[in-house]
T-cell receptor, first 110, second 113 residues
Framework: DQQVKQNSPSLSVQEGRISILNCDYT??????FLWYKKYPAEGPTFLIS?????DKNEDGRFTVFLNKSAKHLSLHIVPSQPGDSAVYFC?????????FGTGTSLTVIP | DTGVSQDPRHKITKRGQNVTFRCDPI?????LYWYRQTLGQGPEFLTY????????KSRLLSDRFSAERPKGSFSTLEIQRTEQGDSAMYLC???????????FGSGTQLSVL
């Protein structure tokens, strides 16, 4: 069941520019949303999260935006750095369960 | 290092063999999750423990898969009669009480020949 979709499998961005990664979901019960970053041969690591009662959360270069009416969230990375090159997963949460999207592979070009 | 530990990191086995993976969560994390990830996909939920109780198991999970967390600390995931379609990265994650966040291990990469 495809409750969480990341429609862009890959994204390439020049160093210093903004990276925007998108995530769409269908389950209105999701009440918390997380983003994870994954390097090859490693487990995912937590990046940033947002509660459903907010529409924006910022942490340094990373900002997550939530549009509940559109069931859409996005992750903005500004400025993008080569070390940001990784696969990014959105992971909405409800009822002790985390539901992962298919991921977007970000490449930041020096 | 007090992160989530998984063993082994890599496992190559022949079709039909049984394999067992171990996960040591972060100390005092009461929740433990197993996920499976294949290339181009996100982590797929397999099962979830709260302390020693297995509270949920994926409906899509074959009965060849079984998991235990006998004392509410480490967990094992066993796959019986492995098939080539079981080849994947098996990820373990733990989460402390009251926090909506997963801490992942480095995973076990399974290759079934």
């Amino acid at each position: 069941d495809q409750q969480v979709k990341q429609n862009s499998p890959s994204l390439s961005v020049q160093e210093g520019r903004i990276s925007i990664l998108n995530c769409d979901y269908t389950n209105s019960m999701f009440d918390y949303f997380l983003w994870y970053k994954k390097y090859p041969a490693e487990g995912p690591t937590f990046l940033i999260s947002i509660s459903s009662i907010k529409d924006k959360n910022e942490d340094g270069r990373f900002t997550v935006f939530l549009n509940k009416s559109a069931k859409h969230l996005s992750l903005h990375i500004v400025p993008s750095q080569p070390g940001d090159s990784a696969v990014y997963f959105c992971a909405p949460y409800t009822g002790n369960q985390f539901y992962f999207g298919t991921g977007t592979s970000l490449t930041v070009i020096p | 290092d007090t992160g989530v530990s998984q063993d082994p990191r890599h496992k190559i086995t022949k079709r039909g063999q049984n394999v067992t993976f171990r996960c040591d969560p972060i100390s005092e994390h009461n929740r433990l999750y197993w996920y499976r990830q294949t290339l181009g996909q996100g982590p797929e939920f397999l099962t979830y423990f709260q302390n020693e109780a297995q509270l949920e198991k994926s409906r899509l999970l074959s009965d060849r898969f079984s998991a235990e967390r006998p004392k509410g600390s480490f967990s094992t995931l066993e796959i019986q009669r492995t098939e080539q379609g079981d080849s994947a990265m098996y990820l373990c994650a733990s989460s402390p009480r009251g926090l909506k966040k997963l801490f992942f291990g480095s995973g076990t990469q399974l290759s079934v020949l």
